[in-house]
């Protein structure tokens, strides 16, 4: 699920399950599993859905 870091800190980095770091600046977006997005939604002061256009979706899931 694509989310967006819209908190106070200029920047957070998030630890996904897979071990990897993600530094995400406020404003800016990533890619992260649906599990650790939806716990990073229920803190709605600091993170938000990002729709992603259809076209989009479908090209990604292509590859």
């Known amino acids: 699920m ?6 106070a800190h200029d920047e957070v ?3 996904l399950p897979s071990g ?3 530094a995400v600046e406020r404003g800016g977006e990533c890619d992260v599993p649906d599990v650790l997005a939806v716990r990073l ?3 709605a002061v600091n993170w ?8 989009a979706a479908a ?3 292509e590859g």
């Open 2 to 7: 694509r989310i967006r870091y819209v908190g």
């Open 13 to 15: 980095v998030l630890l």
């Open 20 to 22: 990897i770091e993600v």
């Open 41 to 43: 939604l229920e803190q």
């Open 48 to 55: 938000e859905s990002v729709k992603v256009p259809a076209k």
């Open 59 to 61: 090209a990604a899931k």
